[in-house]
């Protein structure tokens, strides 16, 4: 069968069974009532979402396990896609329960901070002795010299903080409608690109197949995602999404070009990096509210502005990534 129309099959599976799990599951987390906290000190324009229901990552993660079975069944996938579904699956694990937590409290807060990142670390160190003991490289490429680096014992280290801190940027991204869900879409598109040249070179380990099936999982999630949203994802959502895009930085030895290809996350973590600095030396914001989208949301601009702005820089990124990455 053609490479093409195969992937395409993928993206169309992914959407088709996350759509239809979102079918079911929005209106089973409505009769429940397990909705999301709004934290006080949001923009004023978010309580009226407060109570909308919450946990919408599973419609993806389920969206992405069940074609990726089929695909198993016909020798698609190899043990580097199943090691980025463990991580991607783990990770999500972690954001239900800290889901779970809140709607039981009624609060904002979920696990304590310790806990999650204790976990955090734990998965992505057990990712990490998995992956380099069966023979995963310790080095990371340098773009543009194409020089490899090699990290040896410190790439553990290197690895959690990329996998940890990833995961906890998609987390800050995820905001408003559909923000977080489109700009992981666009990232793992260009990380199919990146997983299709490596496959070329018998290499991508099946990702080149499951990307496409999480990207088609994801868009299925954003027919109840976008604005208006009819259910949020959650730290089961944002933590799995972060999570699945450093894992496949890290199998395509493209760890540096996440900066690309999750440029948006990144350029949110360092809006509040940057707002606690100037706050805590100056004792002032350098920004109206931090992460970078609320600056937007409180400068007058509507919230699918501020998202579509978003995913046409995501866009952006991903597209100088790889154009980077051609550079040998």
Not at 208 to 213: G, I, K, Q, S
Not at 240 to 245: D, F, K, N, S
Not at 258 to 269: H, I, N, Q, R, S
Request: a positive charge; charged letters at 15%; hydrophobic letters at 55%.
């Amino acid at each position: 069968m053609d490479r093409g129309l195969v992937y395409g099959v993928e993206v169309l599976a992914g959407f088709i069974v996350a759509a239809a799990s979102g079918h079911v599951f929005v209106p089973y987390m409505k009769r429940l009532k397990i909705g999301q906290h709004i934290r006080g000190e949001g923009p004023r324009t978010h309580f009226k979402k407060s109570g909308m229901p919450t946990m919408g990552g599973v419609i993806f993660l389920l969206g992405t396990l069940v074609p990726a079975i089929v695909e198993a069944f016909l020798g698609l996938l190899g043990r580097d896609a199943w090691l980025a579904i463990g991580a991607f699956f783990a990770f999500g694990l972690i954001g239900f329960v800290d889901d779970w937590r809140k709607f039981r409290h009624g609060r904002s807060l979920g696990l304590r901070a310790r806990e999650k990142m204790g976990l955090e670390i734990l998965v992505a160190a057990v990712f990490l002795y998995v992956w380099l003991s069966g023979g995963g490289s310790p080095s990371v490429i340098v773009p543009v010299i194409n020089r490899e680096v090699h990290l040896g014992a410190l790439y553990p280290i290197f690895g959690i903080l990329v996998m940890v801190g990833s995961s906890n940027a998609m987390n800050l991204t995820d905001g408003l409608d559909g923000l977080a869900a489109g700009v992981s879409a666009i990232g793992l598109v260009a990380l199919s690109v990146v997983a299709l040249a490596k496959a070329g070179l018998g290499g991508a380990g099946g990702l080149e197949h499951l990307a496409p099936t999480a990207v088609g999982a994801i868009l299925g999630f954003l027919v109840f995602n976008r604005h208006p949203a009819r259910i949020f994802m959650g730290d089961t959502g944002s933590l799995a999404l972060g999570a699945l895009l450093a894992a496949f930085g890290m199998l395509t030895k493209t760890e540096l070009l996440l900066l690309f290809f999750a440029g948006v996350p990144v350029v949110e973590t360092l809006s509040v990096i940057a707002q606690v600095i100037s706050f805590q030396l100056f004792g002032r914001r350098i920004l109206k509210m931090s992460p970078l989208h609320h600056h937007f949301e409180l400068l007058g601009w509507p919230e699918v502005r501020v998202v579509r702005t978003f995913w046409l820089a995501q866009a952006l990124l991903a597209g100088a990534g790889i154009w980077v990455m051609s550079l040998v």
